[in-house]
């Protein structure tokens, strides 16, 4: 199973960016896909996630900025990140884990079970 995450870059505070994280191996319409970061000298963080189901999830530092959608056609889920903020700097991770399994708790990484390589998204003022 591999999850690659792809999409950041260097933008200005305001503007958009979209990730993408694709997984091979692993067929997202069955898995719960969710997005974190870190920025420097901080912890990890939780972002936002999607259930198999589609039922979405967001952090308050997030919410009516960020959106996550999922296409499972090409088994990829993205995050759509508008008016971003010097403080949405970070690197950027996604990670899924098994829909069927209970228990999931979506804000903590430790709960699921693949997790791919970051993406670094850098806002400046």
């Known amino acids: 199973v591999q999850l690659q995450a792809s999409g950041g870059g260097s933008v200005q505070a305001g503007d958009s960016l979209r990730l993408s994280c694709a997984a091979s191996?692993?067929?997202?319409?069955?898995?719960?896909v969710g997005w974190f970061r870190q920025a420097p000298g901080n912890e990890r963080e939780f972002v936002t996630a999607i259930r198999s189901g589609g039922r979405t999830h967001y952090a308050a530092s997030v919410e009516g900025r960020f959106t996550i959608s999922r296409d499972n056609t090409k088994n990829t889920v993205y995050l759509q990140m508008n008016d971003l903020k010097p403080e949405d700097t970070a690197v950027y991770y996604c990670?899924?884990?098994?829909?069927?399994?209970?228990?999931?708790?979506?804000?903590?990484?430790?709960?699921?079970?693949?997790r791919g390589q970051g993406t670094q998204v850098t806002v400046s003022s």
């Open positions: 990670a899924s884990r098994n829909g069927l399994r209970v228990g999931y708790e979506y804000a903590v990484m430790g709960n699921y079970d693949y």
């Open positions: 191996g692993v067929p997202f319409s069955r898995s719960h």
